[in-house]
């Protein structure tokens, strides 16, 4: 397995496409890290992973608290040795157009989104630094890319990961360490299915592969990202849309 020994580290993996990259991880070797506000779903997904063989240890923490994040990270580096690999996954939306949009909506998308993302790359770079070597895979948007009416807050929060990302890059790349975003489009999870029909088929129509992508799809394009046949990339954002934004 590609991942034997190493350590992963993937934020927001209690459910969706987060869980699905803890997965693919964990299938391929790494001891995976789960991090996740949600006590309850984050130590089913550990018991679901034990059953398939995949070594997981549950973490309950919000990353918008840097306390919190350093906690955590330093529990790993201390129980496991090393952090090879991380995965800033952990979001969420408050939808409303701009001229009815509470300040506190757009100031916690602001903080999970991409502030969550500062705390733990600023808490993990340090071990990576002294390792000369590490992976961090950012979970953006094509929202983050082309807008939406609407998420105004969501787009700029994964906008802002792509040049945080970008920026990272530069700083860590003499060190071995590769800093990459990842831009999903429209992906089927619990929170599409909830959808009408009348709205996927908005959404469908303008997706050139007529479907909604698979979590294990964006799962797979992040192992690719963490494996050594990715070491030359970085600063990139590979998109996955189905060529919804090309």
């Known amino acids: 397995m590609i991942f034997n020994e190493k350590v992963s580290i993937v934020t927001g993996a209690s459910q969706g496409i987060g869980e699905a990259i803890a997965r693919e991880l964990g299938l391929a070797g790494s001891t995976v890290v789960l991090v996740d506000i949600q006590k309850e779903k984050l130590e089913e997904v550990a018991v679901r992973f034990a059953t398939d063989g995949i070594r997981a240890l549950p973490f309950v923490a919000d990353v918008t608290d840097g306390q919190q994040v350093e906690g955590v990270v330093e529990s790993v580096k201390k129980d496991l040795g090393r952090i090879d690999h991380l995965i800033n996954n952990a979001g969420i939306t408050r939808d409303s157009l701009l001229l009815r949009m509470k300040e506190e909506d757009w100031d916690l ?131 996955v849309n189905g060529g919804l934004y090309m």
């Open 109 to 239: 998308v602001l903080r999970v989104n991409l502030k969550g993302a500062f705390n733990f790359c600023r808490s993990v770079v340090k071990h990576m630094v002294a390792a000369r070597s590490g992976r961090i895979v950012s979970i953006s948007s094509v929202v983050g890319l082309m807008g939406n009416a609407g998420q105004t807050n969501y787009a700029a929060s994964k906008a802002g990961l792509i040049g945080f990302s970008k920026s990272l890059a530069r700083e860590v790349a003499p060190r071995g360490i590769t800093v990459n975003c990842v831009a999903p489009g429209y992906i089927a999870t619990a929170m599409t299915e909830k959808l009408s029909d009348e709205v996927k088929k908005a959404f469908l129509d303008n997706i050139p592969m007529k479907r909604f992508g698979l979590p294990e799809e964006i799962a797979r394009t992040v192992k690719f990202l963490c494996s050594d046949e990715a070491a030359y990339i970085t600063g990139q954002v590979i998109n």
